[in-house]
């Protein structure tokens, strides 16, 4: 039987919360399936998809919250559950209510292979009806795909170039019927006089004989490898590795195989790989039973010393191919590569080892991978016998400190640099049913929750590579968001949030300088006539800062968000990291930066005349229009613009960080103009909510004829990953007006 592509364009509700260039949202979706195996439904005419995935391959998600309530009841929490995570991992991305719909966009996503199923409070799981793919072995999933030239093996070929997907049935032990997946080459022959060369392709625990083509697109794989020469012609059995009796169902699958094809019974042209537990079945046939398959692939099998008995002559003499795959240290099987590398090397067993793929863990984008490295070697002589490009040598186990003995998050360095962090509770959720770490690790510096894994009276998570940044996270444990306390670091607006810093150049903007070297954050108080008390506000002064110098310094006013105050640009901000890198980089002007509190009714009378004043009394600041400067963040940007509006002149320097102008009427554009010397904008990406917003902006003032630049997108969503990244490339703008642009 012919496999069927399945492929749409996907429209709706979604797609109209995006500005015009990314309401085109065209995605080609999921695995060749098999029509009489797999029960696939056309989303009707009506229903909006729930999924939508842009050209630059931001995944947005809608789901009706009256869909909800009408399958499973009022819920309090609904995430989509996929593999978005660090190194392919699964992930929950929380959608929030809003208005008749439960939303959430992800994105930058890499190309590639992505599966997911949505969950609301933990246990209760709906699967996307307007997504017509499905996965036999996961009824609740659905997935989609991603082109990309990283992914060009897992895209479909031109129709009628690749093989050919057929089931196939069998009985296994005591008359039970079993089902398989057969791929047969372009141009298979079932009258050929030389039979083909087969390979044996096993599936991993709670998975199904169709996963390597739902989930793997070995047929994708195979057809591309196929039509670039890069394999020899053969056929691929995929069979089901969860049988009772795993040596008897193979012999069975493959008795049915030689019925049904024109395949050979030649040791020498059988090949036997798997992932997961389908990987330490083939391990235990090639140490076993050597000379059954000429070729063996383990991805990611998780046998280690209890390989048994090795007869090393018995396995160097019929097996012509040994080749073993990890993940990184995510993969459960990193460990037990590792011990059975020792015992094969011990006993003098021929192997080859692809490395650690240091980007993917016990995952299909690596067993993917695997496919394709592994199958090219078959039935043929290679040259190159060594690992993967890029991949990672592998000399010593993943260990981490005893429980309950180190604080975490505890950071582990590879060979290759890349960083991974580890999450441990305390024993205060031993009873808990569900925990997951939140944290701004997604694509951008989105935020994803990752399960942890119970640890005794502990729960405990590993997940990586981070990119070098700073990290926010917090527990969430059974929907009830919770401090780390495991994690000694705090956040004066969001008790529950923790933080840490991964290291390495990347990060250098937001990483203390060397001590005594850089600046001084200090309190400002002052009486607030608008708020009626006292209030505080955070002081930087640059090194060397000089009280009586005789030029006063220019001033730099930075106002927080809503929910925030005064304390989140050192908090969260680093805003002292940053200024300090810069000042010491000589790509700063000495200046004064005050980051004042503007949570009140009235911004800019609080800012003239209650912050600034203060600041003037106790700093030696400037009050020359020209030397000042204004810019703020979501709440505080639009507090900025307030002043702008209000007070053109005022302050020379503009900058906002994710907020909208609003209407154009009563704006005094040639004071504006007249009077600013800079006015930058930023915005985060399509998943910073007030996008359009900024968009809006920049339209109002080209038809308005106000002078303003504008910095681009920032990728990243409304968070600190973007306002660190805008005050970064602001402040070394500030009193340079030569310089500006």
């Known amino acids: ?96 209510r809003r208005g008749t719909a439960w939303t959430a966009v992800i994105g930058p996503l890499g190309p590639g292979s992505y599966y997911y199923q949505f969950t609301a409070d933990d246990t209760k799981v709906l699967k996307d009806p307007t997504n017509p793919t499905s996965v036999t072995s996961k009824p609740t999933w659905s997935t989609f795909f991603i082109p990309g030239d990283s992914a060009r093996m897992l895209a479909d070929v031109p129709a009628g170039q690749g093989g050919t997907i057929e089931p196939l049935t069998y009985k296994a032990g005591a008359g039970q019927e079993r089902s398989a997946l057969v791929w047969a080459p372009p141009g298979y022959d079932a009258r050929r006089g030389k039979p083909y060369p087969v390979l044996y392709l096993q599936n991993g625990e709670d998975g199904g004989y169709a996963d390597w083509v739902e989930l793997g697109r070995a047929k994708q794989i195979l057809d591309n490898l196929s039509i670039r020469g890069g394999m020899e012609p053969m056929v691929v059995v995929m069979g089901d590795s969860n049988a009772a009796d795993y040596r008897k169902d193979l012999t069975a699958l493959m008795q049915a195989a030689r019925r049904g094809y024109n395949i050979s019974r030649d040791p020498a042209r059988q090949a036997l790989a798997g992932l997961s537990t389908g990987a330490s079945q083939a391990l235990r046939t090639a140490l076993a039973h050597p000379g059954e398959f000429a070729y063996v692939g383990s991805f990611a099998g998780l046998l280690s010393g209890d390989a048994g ?39 003098h067993v021929r192997y080859e080892f692809d490395g650690v793929n240091p980007d993917a863990g016990h995952t299909w984008k690596a067993w993917q991978e695997d496919l394709t490295d592994f199958v090219p070697r078959l039935f043929r002589s290679v040259r190159d016998h060594g690992p993967s490009r890029g991949h990672l040598r592998l000399d010593r186990e993943f260990k981490l400190p005893a429980t309950g003995t180190t604080p975490t998050p505890w950071l582990s ?36 929750r990752i399960p942890a894994s119970r640890r005794g009276d502990r729960w405990q998570v590993t997940l990586g590579p981070l990119k070098p940044w700073f990290y926010y996270h917090k527990l969430i444990v059974d929907r009830v968001s919770v401090k780390d306390t495991s994690n000694p670091t705090a956040v004066t607006t969001e008790p529950t949030w923790s933080t840490f810093l991964v290291p390495g150049k990347a990060a250098r903007p937001v990483t203390d300088v060397p001590g005594g070297r850089g600046g001084a954050v200090e309190k400002l108080t002052y009486d607030s006539t608008v708020a009626g008390q ?43 990291q940053i200024l300090d890198n810069e000042y010491l980089d000589g790509d700063l002007e ?39 400067a204004l810019a703020g963040l979501s709440m505080g940007g639009g507090q900025t613009y307030q002043v702008l509006r209000s007070h053109p002149g005022e302050f020379a320097y503009i900058g906002t960080f994710s907020a909208g102008f609003g209407s154009g009427t009563g704006v005094d554009v040639a004071a504006i103009n007249a009077g600013t010397k800079l006015l930058r904008v930023y915005t985060g990406d399509v998943t910073d909510f007030v996008y359009p917003s900024v968009l809006a902006t920049l339209a109002t003032f080209d038809s308005l004829g106000i002078r303003y630049e504008f910095a681009g997108v920032t990728t990243g969503p409304h968070g600190w990953d973007v306002w660190q990244k805008n005050l970064i490339d602001f402040a070394p703008r500030l009193f340079k007006a030569d310089k500006s642009n």
């Open 534 to 576: 006292e209030r505080t506000a955070y002081v930087w002064t640059p090194p060397r800062y000089d009280p009586n110098r005789a030029k006063p310094y220019p001033v730099f006013y930075l106002q927080h968000g809503g929910g925030q105050n005064y304390t989140d640009w050192v908090e969260m901000g680093r805003a002292k």
């Open 413 to 448: 360095k590879q060979s290759n640099g890349d960083i991974f962090v580890t999450f441990e509770t305390t024993t205060a959720f031993a009873a808990a049913q569900h925990v997951t770490v939140w944290g701004n690790w997604a694509p951008g510096g989105s935020w994803l």
């Open 309 to 347: 008995h090795v007869d090393a002559k018995a396995i160097n003499r019929g097996i012509k191919l040994l080749r073993l795959y990890t993940g990184n240290v995510t993969d459960p099987a990193y460990n037990p590569t590792y011990r059975l590398m020792r015992v094969l090397d011990r006993a």
């Open 1 to 96: 039987m012919a496999s069927i592509s399945h492929q749409w364009r996907l429209r709706g509700r979604g797609a109209r919360r995006h500005v015009p260039r990314l309401v085109t949202t065209v995605t080609t979706i999921a695995a060749t399936l098999v029509a009489a195996i797999v029960v696939t439904a056309r989303p009707a005419a009506a229903e909006s998809p729930w999924l939508t995935v842009s050209a630059d391959r931001y995944a947005s998600f809608a789901v009706p919250a009256d869909y909800v309530e009408t399958n499973i009841g009022a819920v309090s929490q609904l995430v989509v559950e996929g593999n978005f995570g660090p190194s392919a991992s699964w992930a929950e991305l929380g959608l929030t």
């Open 590 to 628: 000495p200046m004064v930066v005050v980051m004042g509190n503007g949570n009140v009714s009235n911004f800019t009378t609080e800012l003239l005349d209650n912050i600034v004043p203060a600041a003037r009394a106790k700093y030696n600041i400037s009050d020359d229009p020209a030397q000042q």
